[in-house]
């Protein structure tokens, strides 16, 4: 878990994260990060790419612009990147997480001053999420 500015953009964030996964250890055994399950605020060009040289494959559906941006370019725009629907809809999960994390009042309000004090909040509301 990472901790930034409120201003700071959710895109430039993803990519320190599977670095982070890859020096865990469960069980004895090393975590591999095989697919990023993503919404369209990941789509830039950037992400793609540093997916692709890390070998991890992605499941974000494109924008409509960029879409409209490829089809523009005819032959020469590329071919669309392969998206699964049923892996998406999986996303859900995630997204009805952070829906209950934000019930925790004092967490959707950030009463806590401090990152480390906010930090704690999120990480017991999980434990607290995690046993119910």
Known sequence: MF??????GDNPQLLPLPD?????????????VGRVPADKAYTHPSTWK????????ATIPERADQIAHRKAKGSAGGRPPAFDHGLCKLRNVVERRFNRLKQFRGLATRFAKRAAYHRAEIILACIVLHLR
Do not use: H, S, W
């Open 50 to 57: 540093a997916l692709r040289e890390r070998r991890i494959k």
């Open 20 to 32: 982070e996964l890859r020096d865990l250890e469960l069980d004895g055994q090393r975590v591999r």
């Open 3 to 8: 901790l930034t500015p409120g201003q700071t």
